[in-house]
């Protein structure tokens, strides 16, 4: 199974042209080889792991070694701080959500590298794409959000595609679980706003972006003719 994995297409971005279908996919980390076999039939040329390198090292992608370019070197930020408090029993609700709007608050910072990164290489690439990072909700929702913003996506459809990841809340659960076997139960209301995403949440992340097209020019780096590489690579 692809966990949390959907097709972003359809939207209507910049001069009113939609994006083209097959070309954008994301979800969560791909460790089955399975699942990985099936991710081909999307004929994928390019994969954007958004993982630390712990995470990375203790379930290895089982793309690798398939044909994709996994372009990324992976990073040091840790998100599981959440986690580890609902582990230790010193969380609940209320601070959790605080604290995943807090992660959200800090990702226009704190991973502007690999935003950076993404994009430029989006902007030269070809082929169909896959963006995941462990479950497909956070990381993977910020930077698809800011690759829809480049493309000229409204608020609306941005917040639709979100909300999706809702939909695999069991699923997500149950991946979490197994990362932390026998400590975590996935019925814990005080998991609830790590499990889940909200509307607030990316909200908070575009907050601290800011108007779009300045971020994007000043502090990630594209120029008119990289915007206007990838409006002609995913825009019909």
Request: hydrophobic share 40%; net charge positive; glycine share 10%.
């Amino acid at each position: 199974m692809l966990l949390n994995f959907r097709e972003v297409s359809g939207l209507q971005g910049h001069e009113g042209r939609m994006i083209r279908p097959g070309m954008i996919f994301r979800g969560g980390a791909v460790t089955d080889p399975a699942a990985a076999a099936r991710l081909g039939d999307h004929r994928v040329t390019t994969v954007y792991d958004l993982r630390n390198r712990r995470e990375e090292a203790s379930h290895p992608s089982a793309l690798r070694g398939l044909g994709m370019r996994l372009p990324l070197r992976h990073h040091r930020i840790d998100l599981a701080a959440s986690v580890n408090l609902v582990r230790a029993g010193t969380a609940d609700a209320e601070s959790n959500r605080a604290a995943m709007l807090g992660i959200y608050g800090e990702f226009h910072r704190v991973f502007r590298p690999t935003f950076k990164a993404v994009l430029a290489d989006l902007a030269t690439g070809e082929g169909p794409v896959y963006i995941h990072c462990a479950v497909g909700k956070d990381r993977t929702g910020a930077m698809t959000a800011l690759l829809l913003l480049a493309l000229g996506v409204g608020r609306e459809e941005i917040n639709r595609d979100y909300l999706l990841s809702n939909r695999a809340c069991q699923e997500i659960a149950a991946s979490i679980r197994l990362r932390h076997p026998n400590r975590l139960s996935p019925d814990d209301p005080a998991l609830r706003p790590i499990l889940q995403v909200e509307t607030a949440y990316l909200d908070a992340f575009l907050e601290g972006v800011g108007p779009a097209e300045p971020y994007l020019r000043r502090k990630i780096g594209l120029d008119g003719a990289a915007l206007a590489a990838l409006r002609r690579r995913f825009l019909e």
